[in-house]
């Protein structure tokens, strides 16, 4: 349906598949070119203007800018998306407990509601700024530049941007980051690169989190590996467990090399 | 939870009522948008939000259409073009996964018809 001019498309406009559908989803395709009758007499003198215009610019416009201070202090900062419950936060307490000696480390939590991550972080000795999205399901470069504008993160420090637990919507939204984290786990499934492929085309580093669970898990690593690859042929994966304590040096180790570069 | 379909509503609104406040022009009649199948934007989604967010705008009664941009790589391996469907699909020539997306990415206000 199109609600927008009010015609019926009764058609499929979900896209709607069977399994091992492989058709264009011509009926998902209709474009919306109907004639609809308009007695507006001005439209003889109506001309068309070419706007060419990134609907995402001005948050993209933004994120430039926020990258642009990154650069200027030298901070090295990351984006880590996943979808709820993959270890995000773990993940980050666990850094911060290795680094904060080395790293003066900033953490900007975005959720939808409430500050029970960022309880966690500060607790965890690192400085924290809770983000709040309210109803909205990804954070905005905007929030972002606000939130940076508060804490003020001083130079060569490590800045680590939680993004709201979903792996749809943030993928769209460049926040500035110098690198994007996609924290997937084991107990998630070896297709969430196929199922979400926006989030793993548009990542640098695939952290596999819960590799303790692999032996209680229907996970077959390669077959993740593989489609992770036919997704995103750049992306590189650290398996580790937060719980096990296990690889997470080589993600210690991934950080470190990027913030002294 | 609200979709980022809504907030992408809301920017198509902004960035037309932008234009035309710095423009000559009294009136929209349509609003062209290039949304491309792998720009991750769910054109019905959209569709479904805009009613809301073009209230009292300068597009509230202006047709919008939407000119879909299928998905096209770049086979890495044997160099050729092929339609893609999925982000991971395959080159259906050598089999190979490497690609670089050359179309389907795109999401911008084409064209607006206005007087």
Redesign the interface.
Known sequence: ?????GCQDENN???IKFPGD?T?NEA??H???HE?E?D?E??H???????????????NLLAERVRGYFESRKIFAINMVSSPGSGKTSVIKATIDELKSKLKIYVIEGD?QGTLDADIIKQAGAEVIQINTG????L?AEMVYDALKKIDPQSGSLVIIENVGNL??P???DLGESKRVVVSSVSEGDNK??KY??MF?SSDLCILNKMDLLNYCDFDLSLFKD?I???N?HLEVIELSVRGKSNLKAWFDWLLKNVNP | ????EL??AL??V???SE?FETSELS?V?EVE?DIG??S??D??NL??M??FA?KGSVIENS??????I?GKANCLSCHSDY?I????D?CPFCHN??KQIIQGKE?????????
């Open positions: 349906m199109c609600d927008t001019c406009k979900y896209g492989k264009h998902n395709i474009d919306h070119y609809h308009h507006d001005h439209h003198h109506a001309k068309k203007i070419r706007l060419e215009k990134d609907i995402l610019s001005s948050n939808q109803d909205g399901c990804h905005s749809v919507c993928a769209m939204f690169p196929l492929p926006n085309l489609n690859r036919r997704v042929h | 939870m609200i979709m980022h907030s992408i920017e198509i902004d960035q037309i234009y009136k009649f948008i199948e792998l991750g934007v054109k019905d569709s479904f805009l009613p073009v047709i919008i259409r939407f000119n879909v299928k339609d469907l999925e982000i991971y395959v996964f490497e999401f911008k206000i084409s064209t607006i018809l206005a007087d």
